[in-house]
């Protein structure tokens, strides 16, 4: 009989939290209890879950007494002061947020990549990675496995509920702004923290989170550190240009590669054939290949356009695209969760 949990999930009226309720239903994990947790603000509010309604509580320490699992999706100081309160109590945390990635004692987690890390986790908290980080490693490591890897250079195109319900909204918004020929409002992208906001809707905005000191953004540079740790190369050569495009859900990106083996295209379609979580979607000759509208809701990285470096013999380029919302967050969050029962570390 499957072990039964009490859960605690930490903002569940998110983007990615209300996918994770979605899943953990879906998914049928296995829960004893459940409870949800918010600010005092909220505290008290309803929220439905899997045909019952609950009443929000509000996170402080005391809460986590009891749970098994906490599953956090409310922002980087939430889980900064929670997370390590709920470790104490004995939970096991599942972080989705950027603040613990980088922690040298906190594995960083793509199953289908590095699920042996889950066997070590000296703080009791496990980061779940950047979005755009989990497909991108999710394709490459079975390539990795069976040709060496050297060299990894990411464009990302990718869509506003990475930035969060309003983002849609105001997509929305703006879209029927431009319609009615009224003036487009912009309050939100690139950031909310920046002095200029611009439109995103019928336009490209190359900026995701702050910029750095050395002119790559937060999000490139946790594009660039996290793929090296979940991969465990720290020597790999990474680089990331992370662009927003005005599309809801489904990010989107061209990957060139550098392998230490030469390799043929359909060498490497063979490979993507049996990887877990990939679905391979590369048929040129009836225009197949993977597009964000079709991904939306859908629980695989999809890989397309194939194709060989035409100066490089160990290059490749390649088209990758998942769902941000399902596996570039809750749903791989909820998958190490079912790793740690499978492999009783839970």
């Not at 043929?264 to 040129?284: H, M, R, S």
Request: charged letters at 20%.
């Amino acid at each position: 009989m499957t072990k039964q949990l009490t859960v605690a999930v930490v903002g569940a009226t998110g983007a990615v939290g209300s996918k994770m309720l979605e899943n953990l239903v879906k998914r049928k994990f296995p829960i004893k209890h459940i409870k949800f947790l918010a600010s005092a603000r909220s505290a008290g509010k309803q929220i439905d879950f899997s045909g019952q309604t609950y009443t929000i509580e509000e996170a402080t320490p005391e809460a986590f007494e009891g749970v098994d699992l906490a599953l956090f999706s409310a922002g980087g100081s939430v889980s900064e002061a929670l997370a390590p309160e709920a470790a104490k109590r004995g939970a096991v945390v599942i972080d989705n947020t950027s603040h613990f990635r980088m922690d040298p004692e906190v594995p960083l987690v793509v199953p289908e990549v590095n699920r042996h890390a889950l066997k070590d986790i000296p703080k009791g908290i496990i980061a779940n990675p950047n979005c755009s980080t989990i497909q991108m490693v999710a394709a490459l490591q079975p390539i990795r496995e069976k040709f060496g890897l050297t060299k990894v250079i990411v464009s990302t195109y990718q869509a506003v509920s990475g930035s969060g319900i309003a983002a849609i909204d105001e997509l929305k918004a703006q879209s029927a702004q431009w319609e009615a020929g009224k003036n487009v409002e912009a309050t939100i992208l690139p950031t909310k923290a920046d002095k200029k906001h611009y439109p995103i809707a019928r336009n490209v905005i190359p900026q995701i989170d702050k910029f750095t000191e050395n002119g790559y953004t937060y999000e490139e540079m946790k594009m660039i550190n996290e793929t090296k740790k979940i991969m465990e190369m720290p020597a790999l050569h990474v680089a990331a240009t992370c662009v927003r495009v005005p599309v809801v859900s489904g990010h989107s990106e061209s990957v060139y590669i550098e392998l230490e083996q030469e390799a043929t295209v359909q060498e490497i379609f063979n490979v993507l054939k049996n990887a877990p979580g990939i679905v391979l979607q590369d048929d040129i000759s009836n225009q197949v290949y993977p597009m964000p509208i079709y991904a939306e809701g859908e629980e695989p990285t999809f890989v397309g356009r194939i194709r060989q470096d035409l100066d490089n013999k160990k290059g490749f380029h390649m088209w990758i695209v998942a769902d941000n919302l399902l596996k570039g967050a809750a749903l791989n969050s909820i998958q190490i969760a079912e790793a740690m029962l499978e492999d009783n570390l839970l």
